[in-house]
């Protein structure tokens, strides 16, 4: 598992560690490690790093100081740099005499624009310290047309400038790091939103603020950490003690949906699954597995449900949910389950608060259950999640997984190929069958979502693929990660 702390606690961690250790030894250990990261690229795509050029984009804070002394550290290597003052009055002083001392060159980008952005142009590789986690909003214009000439890798520093270090939402003009090298931890905008996409690969440096960071405010897994918490069964087990999943999904209309959610329930572990609803014919050809039964009050006895794919939002669906609702058991609410608890809220009343919720909306079904999602996704989902005392799964290229006592996780997609119709409904079967087998909901959704994404990025391998494809892919996905937990064990 690996952690995400918000800004606020990186600055109050700093505070405390700034009691016992100078901020310019910080300053210090924090260029180093962007230096290091920059030869390192330069000896990897350019074969070394003696009279290669790098250009450093800097701004009016420490940010800009990280650049600067990383500007220092790489003319040990004989690296040519050149800064490029973007608020020349507010420079840091330090960090532009060390770069000067070490015999690197400047200009000001507003005095003499055209060798800055020749020096820009001409760059193996330019480093971004324009702004880092005091940054608000986008690029300004001027820092706009220096990123736009940067032909060379690019190298963050703490943060792709232009990016909100908080949410990862990108609201103009940003840079897109090959790398980006931050310090301590990863923050927010390393992984939410457009932010996930722009940092490139993330290096963390340790620059000493370790114990002070404390417990992280989001958490990703990592496939070794599905792999090690998704259910398979041991020697004792039987098909009832892995934990039945039932499937409440489909209608005439969609019967698909049906199909596919109760597909990924039989795939995701070894138990048994039961399905309810009008496309049980459907169901029974494709999956002869299932036991199949048009009425949910014929059902039987399961330890999870899924409900709402292609459920339909009418008289029909409403009863399907209250039943399921009214059980006592774990439910994974999709789709039009979602739609109703957003239209009905009566059916709330239904639900015993002490039984584990999980609801996964898109962006649209969310705005109708608890208002728009705005900029701060992660925000949103722990507002819902607290508000319904559900787990709360907000899709999208980032899934944020949030559970009503705050602990929230994300889920970065490789690929946006699994962004296809009914790959939702594979999701929320996914989320079912981990709930039967009695994981804990924000650990089923969060391990969900991983395997989830990994199936897509496999069947898509660089093609187009369809929910089908994707669904078929999740014992490879599963194995993947069983393999990378035990690669790690
Ligand atoms: N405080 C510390 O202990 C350490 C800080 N470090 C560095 O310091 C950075 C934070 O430095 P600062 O707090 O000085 O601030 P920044 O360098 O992030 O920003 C400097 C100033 O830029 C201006 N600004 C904000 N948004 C802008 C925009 N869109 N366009 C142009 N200018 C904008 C603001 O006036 C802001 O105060 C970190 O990201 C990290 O790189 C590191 O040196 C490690 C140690
Ligand atoms: N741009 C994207 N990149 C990666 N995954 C995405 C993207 N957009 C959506 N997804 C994922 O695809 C699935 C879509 O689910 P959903 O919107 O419910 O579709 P449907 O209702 O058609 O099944 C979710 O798991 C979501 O996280
Ligand atoms: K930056």
């Known amino acids: 598992m690996r952690g995400v702390w918000a800004v606020e606690r990186v600055r109050d961690a700093e505070?405390?560690?700034?009691?016992?250790?100078?901020?310019?030894?910080?300053?210090?250990?924090?260029?180093?490690?962007?230096?290091?990261?920059?030869?390192?690229?330069?000896?990897?795509?350019?074969?070394?790093?003696?009279g290669r050029r790098v250009a450093l984009l800097v701004g009016a804070g420490n940010n800009g100081g990280d650049a600067l002394w990383a500007g220092a550290f790489l003319r040990r290597r004989g690296v040519a740099v050149t800064a490029v003052l973007l608020a020349p009055d507010r420079v840091h002083a330090e960090g532009l005499a060390a770069l000067l001392r070490a015999g690197g060159r400047r200009v000001v980008a507003s005095g003499d624009s055209e060798a800055a952005r020749d020096a820009v142009a001409d760059a193996d590789l330019v480093i971004d310290g324009?702004?880092?986690?005091?940054?608000?909003?986008?690029?300004?214009?001027?820092?706009?047309?220096?990123?736009?000439?940067?032909?060379?890798?690019?190298?963050?520093?703490?943060?792709?400038?232009?990016?909100?270090?908080?949410?990862?939402?990108?609201?103009?003009?940003?840079?897109?790091?090959?790398?980006?090298?931050?310090?301590?931890?990863?923050?927010?905008?390393?992984?939410?939103?457009?932010?996930?996409?722009l940092s490139g690969a993330v290096t963390v440096a340790d620059i000493g603020l370790g114990e002070a960071l404390g417990e992280p405010d989001i958490v990703l897994l990592d496939p070794a950490d599905i792999g090690a918490l998704w259910p398979v069964p041991g020697p004792e087990d039987d098909k009832y003690t892995q934990g039945v999943a039932g499937v409440a999904a489909g209608s005439a209309t969609y019967p698909g949906a049906a199909v596919l959610a109760a597909g990924a329930a039989v795939l995701a572990t070894s138990g048994m699954v039961r399905y309810a609803g009008p496309a049980a014919d459907a169901v029974r050809t494709r999956w002869p597995e299932i036991v199949a039964t048009g009425s949910i009050a014929d059902a039987g006895r399961v330890q999870a449900w899924v409900v709402g794919p292609g459920l339909g939002t009418g008289a029909a669906g409403r009863d399907v949910l209250a039943h399921v609702l009214d059980q006592g058991v774990p439910v994974c609410a999709d789709a039009d389950a979602i739609n109703l608890l957003?239209?009905?809220?009566?059916?709330?009343?239904?639900?015993?608060?002490?039984?584990?919720?999980?609801?996964?909306?898109?962006?649209?079904?969310?705005?109708?259950?608890?208002?728009?999602?705005?900029?701060?996704?992660?925000?949103?989902?722990?507002?819902?999640?607290?508000?319904?005392?559900?787990?709360?799964?907000?899709?999208?290229?980032?899934?944020?997984?949030?559970?009503?006592?705050?602990?929230?996780?994300?889920?970065?997609?490789?690929?946006?190929?699994?962004?296809?119709?009914?790959?939702?409904?594979?999701?929320?079967?996914l989320i079912g069958a981990l709930l039967a087998a009695g994981m804990d909901p924000w650990l089923a959704a969060g391990c969900a979502a991983g395997v989830h994404e990994l199936a897509g990025d496999l069947a898509a391998d660089g093609a187009p693929i369809g929910a089908s494809a994707l669904l078929r892919a999740v014992p490879d996905a599963v194995r993947r990660v069983r393999a990378a937990a035990a690669a790690s064990a």
């Not at 260029?31 to 330069?42: K, M, T």
């Not at 819902?384 to 994300?410: I, S, W």
Request: a negative charge; hydrophobic letters at 45%.
């Open 342 to 429: 957003a239209s009905t809220p009566e059916l709330w009343d239904v639900r015993d608060p002490e039984t584990p919720l999980v609801l996964t909306p898109h962006d649209r079904e969310f705005a109708r259950l608890a208002g728009e999602v705005g900029t701060d996704r992660v925000a949103a989902a722990r507002r819902a999640a607290e508000r319904y005392n559900a787990v709360v799964l907000l899709k999208g290229h980032t899934t944020v997984v949030a559970a009503p006592d705050g602990r929230v996780l994300v889920n970065q997609a490789r690929g946006a190929w699994p962004a296809t119709a009914g790959s939702g409904d594979v999701l929320s079967g």
């Open 15 to 50: 505070r405390r560690v700034f009691e016992r250790t100078p901020e310019a030894a910080l300053m210090r250990r924090a260029a180093f490690a962007v230096a290091v990261r920059s030869a390192e690229l330069l000896a990897e795509q350019t074969g070394g790093t003696s």
């Open 130 to 197: 324009i702004v880092g986690l005091s940054g608000r909003g986008p690029l300004r214009p001027d820092a706009e047309a220096l990123v736009d000439a940067v032909t060379g890798l690019l190298v963050a520093v703490d943060l792709p400038s232009g990016v909100d270090p908080d949410t990862g939402a990108v609201a103009g003009p940003a840079v897109g790091a090959d790398v980006t090298v931050t310090f301590g931890g990863r923050k927010p905008g390393h992984v939410l939103a457009e932010g996930a996409v």
